[in-house]
T-cell receptor, first 114, second 114 residues
Framework: GDSVTQMEGPVTLSEEAFLTINCTYT??????LFWYVQYPGEGLQLLLK?????DKGSNKGFEATYRKETTSFHLEKGSVQVSDSAVYFC?????????????FGKGTLLTVNP | SAVISQKPSRDICQRGTSLTIQCQVD?????MFWYRQQPGQSLTLIAT?????????ESGFVIDKFPISRPNLTFSTLTVSNMSPEDSSIYLC???????????FGPGTRLTVT
C-alpha cells in the first residue's frame, strides 16, 4: 500500500536558519503530494502541493519539488521565522484515487527560537 | 475553499460513555472524511461518509465503535462509543476540494477520556 516516511523530529532552529524536512513516499503510479501544517491548537492547513513529477509547490516562502526518480518531496525554507513553529505533515493521494484517501507521514515538530 | 466547523471543540468524557461530534460544511459535498490523530501521532483515516449510503470504514475501525451519520450534503456526525482512555485523540473531518485532490480540514475535536 501507499506510505509516507518523513524526517523524525523534533527540529529546533534559530530564526533565519535554513529548513529542510525530508519526505519520501511509496506509491504506485503518479500520486499527488502535499505538505500540511498544523499550528499549535489549530486544525490542518494545506501548505503546498504538487500533482506531477518535477512540479514545484510553493507558499509562504516554503517550497517542495516532486522528484519521481527519488520518490521524494522535501520541504525547504530559506529563512524560518518564529511564526513557522508548527507540526508539518507530508501526505499523498494515490493516482487513480477515486476515494481521495490521504496517506500521512508521522509529522515533524518544528520549533523556531528568536 | 470550504469552511468547516466542528462541535464540540473539546470535551472530557468518562470511560464507558459516548460522544457525538458534529461536522458542518458551508457547501454541498458528496464525500466527507473522518480522521483520528492520536497524541504525538499522524492522522489515520477512520471512514468515508457518503450521503445516502453506508459509511466505508478503514481497516481497524468498525461501525459499532464509530457510527457515522450523513443526513445531507453539508453535515455529518461521528460517534465515539463506549469510550476508553485509548480513544483520547483529536478527531477531524475533512472534505475534498476543487481540484478534488485537495482536502480541507475542520479545526478538530480534542477528546480526553478519563
Amino acid at each position: 500500500g501507499d506510505s509516507v516516511t518523513q524526517m523524525e523530529g523534533p527540529v529546533t532552529l534559530s530564526e533565519e536558519a535554513f529548513l529542510t524536512i525530508n519526505c519520501t513516499y511509496t506509491a504506485t503510479g503518479y500520486p499527488s503530494l502535499f505538505w500540511y501544517v498544523q499550528y499549535p491548537g489549530e486544525g490542518l492547513q494545506l501548505l503546498l502541493k504538487a500533482t506531477k513529477a518535477d512540479d514545484k509547490g510553493s507558499n509562504k516562502g516554503f517550497e517542495a519539488t516532486y522528484r519521481k526518480e527519488t520518490t521524494s518531496f522535501h520541504l525547504e525554507k530559506g529563512s524560518v521565522q518564529v511564526s513557522d513553529s508548527a507540526v508539518y505533515f507530508c501526505a499523498l493521494i494515490g493516482s487513480g484515487g477515486s476515494n481521495y484517501k490521504l496517506t500521512f507521514g508521522k509529522g515533524t515538530l518544528l520549533t523556531v527560537n528568536p | 475553499s470550504a469552511v468547516i466547523s466542528q462541535k464540540p471543540s473539546r470535551d472530557i468524557c468518562q470511560r464507558g460513555t459516548s460522544l457525538t461530534i458534529q461536522c458542518q460544511v458551508d457547501s454541498q459535498v458528496t464525500m466527507m472524511f473522518w480522521y483520528r490523530q492520536q497524541p504525538g501521532q499522524s492522522l489515520t483515516l477512520i471512514a468515508t461518509a457518503n450521503q445516502g449510503s453506508e459509511a466505508t470504514y478503514e481497516s481497524g475501525f468498525v461501525i459499532d465503535k464509530f457510527p457515522i451519520s450523513r443526513p445531507n450534503l453539508t453535515f455529518s456526525t461521528l460517534t465515539v462509543s463506549n469510550m476508553s482512555p485509548e480513544d483520547s485523540s483529536i478527531y477531524l473531518c475533512s472534505v475534498p476540494g476543487i481540484p478534488p485532490y485537495e482536502q480541507y480540514f475542520g479545526p478538530g475535536t480534542r477528546l480526553t477520556v478519563t
